[in-house]
């Protein structure tokens, strides 16, 4: 099968990587000409990415990459399309959502797992581990991942570990950036807020922003917060 990769940024890169990790042929793009490429897993040499280029394509076995720009016609051909989560809600996502060709809708038998989320400003990874380590001593067979700036493979690759393999639990990491994105590629059954901070107000404007967005992410789900935090009250009735 093949898929598209629009977005080369962490998650996307992530994502490239787990596709030819999987035997999928893959084209990328990048409407950044002056991304780093460092991090992918084929050589380089003798491609020519001179900053000074307006439009960069190549080619490397199974991988096509552009940079500078979006090969549409390349795109439609693909089974499947993989979004950067940055670019979730946007026209671009819309457009990809409403054809039922995201990966998530392509490759469905993650939703089909009991599933966890954890997301929060701190303590993440921290807890997902704690609740990995007591699933599986209790005898479950875990699949855990997610966000890729918690040290993990990316949201796409526990999407495709999935259909692979045979799971009791999946279990998230959920950056509260893209609690949007996460909502609709996985079908949580409990999800686990940390806490709340002031990081990423970039993202949500506002303490404000950031509480509307959570309770979004938990509409008509299951949630445990701890005790102790002061603002789980707000949270009752979502």
Sequence with gaps: MKAAVIGLGVEGKKALNSLLKHDWEVYATDLNVNISLDDLPISLAGVDISPQKDKISFIKDNLSIDLGFNNQEEIDLCDAVVLSPSIWGSKISEHYKNSHKLLCDVKTKHRDIFSIGVTG???????????????????????????????????????????????????????????????????????????????????????????????????????????????KEEFKEV
Excluded at 131 to 156: C, D, M, T
């Design 121 to 231: 400003t701190n303590g993440k990874t921290t807890t997902v581990t704690m609740i990995k380590e007591i699933l599986e001593n209790a005898g479950k067979k875990v699949l855990v991942g997610g966000n890729a700036g918690g040290g993990f493979e990316g949201y796409y690759d526990l999407i495709l570990e999935a259909d692979n393999g045979d799971y009791d639990v999946l279990l998230v990491e959920v950056c509260d950036m893209t609690v949007g994105f996460c909502s609709y590629c996985f079908d949580f059954d409990l999800i686990a807020l940390t806490n709340m901070g002031n990081d990423h107000m970039n993202v949500h404007g506002s303490m404000e922003g950031y509480k509307e967005s959570l309770k979004g992410f938990f509409k008509d789900k299951t949630i445990f917060i701890n005790e102790n935090q002061e603002f």
